[in-house]
């Protein structure tokens, strides 16, 4: 284990959601203790973008979703200047795609196993063969397709899924349907903790490419991913981050005015 015994902060808060601003190796720790906890229903850890906290905005079942997660973390630019209007100085960007290959490394000696849940079949199949090559430290114990459309494939996909008994599920449906799936089924799964990991499984598959580290590390990645999926991404970036200033501008002038 590697638990830290740093001071982890109190929450902030942007748009309704409250957000732990801890760095990497508090995030990891705090995890691991969720894992070492072994009892009560799956804990749910999220991370939140301006996308995500966009969708709570207007969803408040959604935002209660996300507010019932044992730890909710800071992904992005957006978030950063969210914190920022507050005088809140974020420690640190944890978004899935880079946190989760580093919550591995770190923990790669203390005999954990994971599962991946999320994408079309080949999809997830090149996901875990790359998963099994990047971390050998960790047991892989299985893998399932994302598309559960009824009722019976979303039970068989579970009753897998515990049959396995791996520590860490991954699951990987995209904002908002992964943290909904794990709120709904926390209760039926039979692990310490799920993780909503959005395109993950893309980028492990080598369908989607990651932005240079220069670029990722001045926060634009979203640009790399605009520029890559334009259909997809241009209204969640070009229409949702302006609006997702306007929101939490007016969030923070109702403050100041209360």
């Known amino acids: 284990m590697t638990h830290s015994t740093a001071t982890v902060p109190p929450p902030f808060s942007v748009l309704g959601v409250r957000i732990q601003n801890v760095v990497r190796e508090q995030a990891t720790a705090m995890i691991e203790r ?10 749910g850890v999220y991370f939140v973008n301006a996308h995500t906290l ?13 507010n019932r997660g044992e730890l909710v973390l800071a992904d992005g630019t957006g978030v950063r200047w969210a914190a920022r209007l507050q005088g809140v100085r974020l420690a640190e960007n944890l978004n899935g795609t ?15 196993s994971y599962f991946l849940l999320g994408a ?9 063969d790359r998963a099994r090559q990047m971390f050998s430290g960790w047991r892989q114990a299985g893998f399932h397709h994302g598309f559960l459309t009824d009722d019976a494939t979303e039970a068989a996909a579970i009753e897998q899924i515990n049959a396995a008994r791996p520590d860490v599920l991954l699951v990987g449906m995209g904002n908002p349907i992964q943290e909904r799936w794990i709120d709904r ?4 799964l039979r692990m310490p903790v799920c993780i909503g990991v959005g395109g993950l499984f893309d ?14 590390r001045a926060g634009h990645e979203w640009l790399w991913r ?6 997809e991404k241009a209204r969640r970036y070009l229409v949702g ?3 997702f200033l306007a929101r939490v501008l007016r969030e923070r002038w109702k403050t100041g005015q209360s």
């Open 34 to 43: 969720l894992i070492d906890r072994r009892e009560g229903p799956a804990a």
């Open 203 to 216: 980028f492990w598959a080598g369908n989607v490419h990651r932005a240079p580290g220069w670029l990722r």
């Open 185 to 188: 089924n926390r209760s039926r």
């Open 226 to 231: 605009l520029a890559q999926q334009p259909g």
């Open 241 to 243: 981050n302006p609006a």
């Open 98 to 112: 880079d946190f989760i290959p580093a919550f591995f490394q770190a923990t790669a000696q203390c005999g954990y």
């Open 120 to 128: 079309d079949a080949a999809t997830i199949a090149a996901a875990a």
């Open 54 to 66: 966009n969708l709570a905005a207007t969803d408040p079942a959604y935002c209660d979703v996300l």
